[in-house]
């Protein structure tokens, strides 16, 4: 099977200062990879080339089966659907309803099925109610949620998505959660970039860890989430139920709320 | 000493049908750190931006307030996303933190100085020279919060100051506002990061469309069963996997809560 994403050894510079060296990995359809490292430890540089807004220097980014040096970036959204960390910037249209149908407009999908597409990303994450207002109305986080919306809304083979839920309150949080889960069970495949681990091990599975450009750490998100000396290096905190499964010694160190419960009840009851 | 009190403050933005805040009480003293937690749309920013006497006035924001709003000393905001603070009229990081302390007419020396010191206590010296343009998302939070107490404020007015950064850079940032009470500085921070708050502030007001749900220590507030309601903030992520297992109360909110609880 084509990975959805295959990282061939890329590099990156901006003018002399390198932003990534020798990344590669693959993403396979389906697949759920959290980002993580420090601030400019090259993230927002590789979803830059993966969306095709910037080339690499060395080495091949493949989208599918696309080069993405043969592609525009408007050429690559039937594929790739992005949020970026700046997402307010995303939104340019008189309601949140056209916004989120650009994408599928301007990537040629038929009418019928683009209103279609924007009705269920609409739906996926509770924005029907404010569809019609302008969404610079909006406050930031449901701005952010818009903004997703348009990527969902392209429904890529791939989703890259830089903080989804910064800012974000618990119900948000949830709503995009859910969303992200239904749409990798359906294949899609997903890249966020996030620093809210506690999202992470709800929402994803595979860990990739970059510093300074290098990737030095590609392994299951819940081995990773519980690895306190190895993410203190990185900058990075195990999230609190990752901690209390260490401290525990919970069987199996499990991440997730469902089953740290689980363990929890037994643990008590024992 | 009180160093902001708000006595029933309501605040409507302007052609808004509907109150952004409605009676709002709140006394903050100079050395407490006063956490403002809700869901999206709660007020919680609304209310920094009142308590900062930017809504109405500043020429920023319009609006109608009745009741009143009382500040001993300067106030100091940081708002959400930091893109939207950047003065846009520096070329490097230095001159950017130095925009607030120029505008309040300093000497040049005085100036210098409280720069320099900012840039030490947020740990962004190494950005001193950088253009703020080509800074990361969290490297510019930093920096703006730089430029902020740049400014010595008396009472430090923060929006989702950690949004942007990642988990060392949001614990040197709690670690700071603890620094900064201790000093006695006012503290009164907007936050999602729940989880940070037991180990970080001394009270805790949940707003909710505008009002003052409940307010209280930290531990007041955050052990309340009513924060999992459908539309609340929730609790901390240890309350909240204690309360999805059903065990008895009373409920741990922290790690080493939990493990005294559960070995």
Redesign the interface.
């Known amino acids: 099977m084509t990975p959805a994403l295959w990282i061939d050894d890329v590099s990156f510079a901006?003018g002399d200062r390198p932003a990534l060296e020798g990344v590669r990995f693959e993403l396979a359809p389906g697949e759920r990879a959290a980002l993580l490292?420090?601030?400019?430890a090259g993230k927002?540089t590789l979803l830059r080339l993966v969306t095709g807004l910037v080339k690499p220097a060395s080495g091949t980014v493949w989208v599918g089966d696309w080069d993405t040096r043969a592609k525009s970036p408007a050429e690559l959204a039937r594929r790739v659907g992005s949020l970026f960390?700046?997402a307010?910037q995303q939104l340019f249209a008189r309601t949140v309803r056209d916004d989120v149908a650009f994408g599928p407009r301007v990537t040629g999908v038929r009418a019928g099925d683009a209103a279609g597409r924007v009705e269920r990303a609409l739906a996926a994450l509770d924005l029907e109610a404010v569809a019609g207002q302008h969404p610079y109305d909006l406050?930031?986080?449901?701005r952010k949620l818009a903004a997703l919306a348009g990527a969902l809304a392209l429904e890529p083979a791939l989703l890259v998505l830089d903080?989804p839920t910064?800012?974000?309150?618990?119900?948000?949080r949830r709503l995009v959660t859910d969303a992200l889960s239904a749409r990798a069970e359906h294949g899609v495949a997903l890249l966020v970039i996030t620093?809210d681990?506690?999202f992470a091990a709800e929402t994803l599975d595979r860990g990739l860890v970059l510093e300074r450009g290098h990737l030095v750490l590609d392994a299951g998100l819940a081995s990773v989430l519980v690895d306190a000396p190895r993410l203190g290096r990185l900058?990075?905190?195990p999230?609190?139920?990752a901690?209390?499964s260490t401290?525990?010694g919970l069987p199996g160190l499990p991440v997730r709320?469902?089953d740290?419960?689980?363990a929890?009840?037994t643990?008590?009851s024992a | 000493m009180s160093a902001v009190v708000l006595d029933r403050v309501t605040f409507r933005y302007p052609a808004s049908a509907t109150a952004a805040l409605v009676d709002i009480s709140l006394v903050v003293n100079s050395g407490e750190i006063v956490a403002l937690i809700g869901a999206t749309g709660s007020g919680a920013s609304t209310l920094l931006l009142v308590t900062a006497g930017l809504a109405p006035g500043g020429g920023v924001v319009g609006g109608e307030l009745t009741g009143e709003v009382r500040r001993d000393g300067r106030a100091a905001l940081l708002l959400p996303t930091p893109w939207t603070q950047v003065s846009g009229m520096a070329f490097t990081v230095w001159d950017e933190v130095a925009f607030g302390p120029a505008n309040l007419g300093w000497p040049r020396e005085r100036i210098s100085e409280s720069v320099d010191r900012s840039l030490t206590r947020v740990d962004v010296v190494h950005l001193r020279d950088r253009d703020p343009g080509t800074l990361s998302g969290g490297e510019l939070q930093r920096v703006i919060l730089a430029g902020v107490l740049a400014m010595e404020p008396a009472i430090l007015l923060l929006d989702e100051p950690t949004a942007e950064l990642d988990p060392a850079g949001a614990a040197l940032v709690w670690r700071l506002i603890r620094e900064l009470a201790q000093e006695g500085m006012a503290v009164v921070v907007a936050t999602s990061d729940i989880d940070a708050l037991p180990e970080s502030v001394d009270r805790v007001v949940w707003l909710e469309r505008g009002r003052v749900r409940t307010s209280g220590t930290t531990r007041q507030v955050l052990a309340g069963e009513d924060l999992w309601e459908p539309d609340a903030p929730g609790s901390t992520s240890i309350a909240g996997v204690w309360r999805r297992a059903g065990l008895p109360g009373p409920v741990p909110l922290t790690v080493p809560d939990l493990v005294s609880r559960a070995r």
């Open positions: 901006y490292g420090h601030n400019g927002s960390q700046h307010d406050p930031p986080p449901l903080e910064a800012g974000l309150d618990r119900r948000a620093h681990l506690a900058g990075l905190a999230p609190p139920l901690r209390a401290a525990l709320e469902r740290v419960a689980a929890l009840v643990r008590c």
